[in-house]
T-cell receptor
Framework: AQKVTQAQTEISVVEKEDVTLDCVYE???????LFWYKQPPSGELVFLIR??????QNEISGRYSWNFQKSTSSFNFTITASQVVDSAVYFC??????????????FGQGTTLQVKP | DTAVSQTPKYLVTQMGNDKSIKCEQN?????MYWYKQDSKKFLKIMFS???????INETVPNRFSPKSPDKAHLNLHINSLELGDSAVYFC?????????????FGPGTRLTVT
């Protein structure tokens, strides 16, 4: 069965610290996609990144970077030099190609990141 | 231009009432979704339509009925509202239904049932 686990419920850091948000997934599908979304205090869900199961290259976008490791079924997200504006709930999500081709997202429980000035 | 819009943003109503939430996307996407976010922030899929055809109907009470009049619109009608229906409901759309494309979410509708 598919499942996404974000073991860190809440993380609090001081501005300029680096922080890593963990995501572990379970799937029996060989073709799947992983996502990260950000939900700031204003409530909207903002897409950050998509990764497919065949592409294990890490990705960097500004202060954000993602580490995808199939061997440990993990897709971790690191924010370098955190800023107050990074304070939000971050969700990791999974969709499987084999789930009847529906594209439904299975979300983790979310990690609340608080960046203090 | 808002990519995925929902109305209303807030909805306060009494138990037993019937209410609707509307969603529209102007991205030209084929697939639309409804998700429910509970008080603990947990997000769960409810329904999905691909080209006006229902493709996901998760374990949702049949008081909830989605309708897709065309590819750009997906509405959610809820009958006989209960306290437990209080949540934030998000509409989303994606280019296609295969899961390979990211989903873009609307701003959410906060439903409060009293």
């Amino acid at each position: 069965a598919q499942k996404v686990t974000q073991a860190q419920t809440e993380i609090s850091v001081v501005e300029k610290e680096d922080v890593t948000l963990d995501c572990v997934y379970e799937t029996r599908d060989t073709t799947y996609y992983l996502f990260w979304y950000k939900q700031p205090p204003s409530g909207e869900l903002v897409f950050l990144i998509r990764r497919n199961s065949f592409d294990e290259q890490n990705e960097i976008s500004g202060r954000y970077s993602w580490n995808f490791q199939k061997s440990t079924s993990s897709f971790n997200f690191t924010i370098t030099a955190s800023q107050v504006v990074d304070s939000a709930v971050y969700f990791c999500a999974l969709s499987e190609r084999g789930s009847g081709n529906t594209g439904k997202l299975i979300f983790g429980q979310g990690t609340t990141l608080q960046v203090k000035p | 231009d808002t990519a995925v819009s929902q109305t209303p943003k807030y909805l306060v109503t009494q138990m037993g009432n019937d209410k609707s939430i509307k969603c529209e996307q102007n991205l030209g996407h084929d697939t639309m979704y409804w998700y429910k976010q509970d008080s603990k922030k947990f997000l769960k899929i409810m329904f999905s339509y691909n080209n006006k055809e229902l493709i996901i109907n998760e374990t949702v009470p049949n008081r909830f009925s989605p309708k897709s009049p065309d590819k750009a619109h997906l509405n959610l009608h809820i009958n006989s509202l209960e306290l437990g229906d209080s949540a934030v409901y998000f509409c989303a759309s994606s280019q296609e239904s295969g899961g390979a494309y990211e989903q873009y979410f609307g701003p959410g509708t906060r439903l409060t049932v009293t």
